[in-house]
C-alpha cells in the first residue's frame, strides 16, 4: 500500500490526521534534525497500521510531503 503524507516536525504533540482525500498530515514533536522526525513518523504509522517498523519505506526522505510504501502481510 502506498500512502501520501504531509509531515509537521517539531509540534507540540504526535498526531496522525487522515484527510478527505486519502492523504495524512502527521505531526511529530521530534525535529528534523538527524532523520529523528523520519524515525518517528514510521514508528507512528506502524503503530496505525499494525505492521513492523520494518515494513515502511519512506520513498522521499528530505521532503515534507511524503510518499511511504507499506508492506502488509
Do not use: H, Q, W
Request: net charge positive; aromatic share 4%; hydrophobic share 35%.
Amino acid at each position: 500500500m502506498i500512502i501520501d503524507v504531509k509531515v509537521k516536525p517539531n509540534s507540540i504533540k504526535n498526531n496522525i490526521e487522515k484527510l478527505e482525500d486519502g492523504t495524512y498530515v502527521i505531526c511529530t514533536k521530534e525535529r528534523a534534525i538527524d532523520c529523528k522526525a523520519n524515525n518517528s513518523v514510521i514508528k507512528m504509522i506502524a503503530k496505525e497500521f499494525g505492521v513492523s517498523y520494518k515494513n515502511i519505506l519512506i520513498k522521499s526522505p528530505k521532503s515534507r510531503k511524503k510518499i511511504i510504501e507499506i508492506k502488509l502481510p
